[in-house]
C-alpha cells in the first residue's frame, strides 16, 4: 500500500508542477525558470516544514505512509530539488560542512552534465 501512496503522491506533484510552471511562464519577459525556481523553493519549504512537524521530536506524530505520501510522494513528484536541499541541511546541521560542500557542488556539476548528456543522447 505504501507504493500506491507513493504514486498518488506523486501524481499530485507532478500536476502542481507542471500548474504552477505554466502560471508563472506569464508573468515575465526574461528568459529565466521562475516556475521551476518556484517548484523547488516551495518543495523545500514543504519538506522541511512537514519533516520537523511530523518527524522524532515533531508537534504531531504522523504514520509512516502520511510522511511518505508527502515527502517521498508528493514533494517527490514536485521537485527532488526538495529531497537535496533536505539531505543538505541534515549534513549541514551534523557538522559535515565539507561534505555538504561536496555534495552541493557533485549534484550541480553532475546534474548539468548529465542533463547536456541526455541531450545529446537525445539528438542522435
Known sequence: MT???VAIGSALG??????LTMVTSGFTLLRFPWG???VNVLGSLVIGWFG?????GGRIEAPLDLRIFVMVGVCGGFTTFSSF????LELLRGGALASAA???L???ILCL???WAGVVIGRL
Do not use: C, K, N
Request: glycine share 10%; aromatic share 16%.
Open 52 to 56: 520537523a512537524l511530523t518527524g522524532p
Open 36 to 38: 521551476t525556481l518556484l
Open 106 to 108: 557533485a549534484s550541480v
Open 85 to 88: 536541499s533536505l539531505q543538505t
Open 3 to 5: 507504493y500506491v501512496w
Open 102 to 104: 561536496g555534495y552541493i
Open 113 to 115: 552534465l548529465a542533463v
Open 14 to 19: 507532478g500536476m502542481a508542477r507542471f500548474f
